[in-house]
């Protein structure tokens, strides 16, 4: 079975606080994805990632920043957390346009 | 834009009735669809996709879903839920520059 891990599942930090979400696969899948799920808004894609250090912005970029140094881990970096991000983050990876999810972890920015 | 419209934010059901999530796409091309869920405190999993081939799909746990190309719909059907189907059901479709497209969710609350 595939399996995603995220390195938290709840998390609470300050306002401006820089905040690392990571995100491990473990089935060589080279595409991986951060996604914010938000009631009534479904999930929308902050960044993904197609191979080790390429990146591409996805619907909502802003105020995020993503690291792929490796295949199996994919960072999202909030830098100065802001309140308006408070939020579920979703990690994926994919293979064949299947996406395989991670428990997520459960941001509030205080 | 490609989107993905599901139509009920919020659906609640007496255990054993017959239910039907719709989906409608908006992408012409040839598309790969999904309907994912997420049970309370569980992560997003695949239920079911159709990429090809017969357009009735047949997924986990007894439910269905029918790919009508010239309705753009992928509507998720089971013919009757329990307690354990409440959930939040997604559907997804892959665009054109092969990016998952997800629609808002529907919250299905199934009364025991």
């Known amino acids: 079975d595939v399996k995603v891990t995220q390195s938290s599942r709840y998390l609470v930090k300050r306002t401006g606080e820089k905040v690392f979400l990571e995100c491990v696969q473990d089935m060589d899948h080279e595409n991986m994805f951060w996604y914010r799920q938000d009631p009534g808004l479904g999930l929308r894609l902050i960044y993904f990632?197609?191979?080790?250090?390429?990146?591409e912005k996805g619907d909502i970029p802003e105020g995020y920043s993503v690291s792929r140094e490796k295949k199996e881990r994919f960072s999202l970096i909030l830098e100065s957390a802001s309140t308006n991000q408070t939020s579920m983050y979703l990690c994926?990876?994919?293979?064949?346009?299947?996406?395989?999810f991670g428990p997520g972890t459960r941001l509030t920015v205080l | 834009a490609q989107s993905v419209s599901q139509h009920n934010h919020h659906v609640i059901l007496s255990e054993a009735a017959s239910l039907e999530l719709g989906c409608n796409y908006s992408y012409g091309g040839t598309v790969n669809l999904f309907w994912y869920v997420q049970y309370p405190g569980q992560h997003l999993q695949l239920l079911l996709k159709y990429f090809s081939g017969d357009p009735l799909v047949k997924g986990i746990k007894g439910f269905e879903a029918e790919f009508i190309k010239s309705k753009f719909s992928f509507n998720l059907r089971k013919p009757s839920v329990q307690w354990s189907d409440t959930a939040e059901y997604f559907c997804a479709v892959v665009d054109s520059n092969y990016q998952l497209i997800w629609g808002a969710g529907t919250k299905l609350i199934i009364k025991p």
């Open positions: 990632s197609y191979d080790v250090k390429m990146k």
């Open positions: 994926a990876s994919s293979f064949s346009n299947e996406q395989f």
